[in-house]
Nanobody
Framework: QVQLVESGGGLVQAGGSLRLSCAASGRTSSSLSVGWFRQAPGKEREFVGRISWSGVSTYYAESVKGRFTISRDNAKNTIYLQMSSLKPEDTAVYYC???????????WGQGTQVTVSS
């Protein structure tokens, strides 16, 4: 069983930065990648980006490309989402999830709220 716990959300002004963390524990050896998603009020959950479990490759949604960066610390088994040049439309609950080999996204965290004020 794998657990993912997000942290680092908060209130920030437009143009500011914030770093979210996703701490992984449990049997993570069968993981292909970890992804970040977000859900704004009244909207569907949206893919933000992903990083391979090895940390070698990343992929981002067009809406955040160039502003957000995903990285991982292998020693801490933690995945980070560095968000810069934040916009009010980035306001959402941010989730991380794990992608096992041969399966869809699973082990969703509880989410962390990010609010960007204009």
């Amino acid at each position: 069983q794998v657990q993912l716990v997000e942290s680092g959300g908060g209130l920030v002004q437009a143009g500011g930065s914030l770093r979210l963390s996703c701490a992984a524990s449990g049997r993570t050896s069968s993981s292909l990648s970890v992804g970040w998603f977000r859900q704004a009020p009244g909207k569907e959950r949206e893919f933000v980006g992903r990083i391979s479990w090895s940390g070698v490759s990343t992929y981002y949604a067009e809406s955040v490309k160039g502003r957000f960066t995903i990285s991982r610390d292998n020693a801490k088994n933690t995945i980070y989402l560095q968000m810069s040049s934040l916009k009010p439309e980035d306001t959402a609950v941010y989730y991380c999830a794990r992608e096992p080999y041969g399966s869809s996204w699973t082990d969703w965290g509880q989410g962390t709220q990010v609010t960007v004020s204009s």
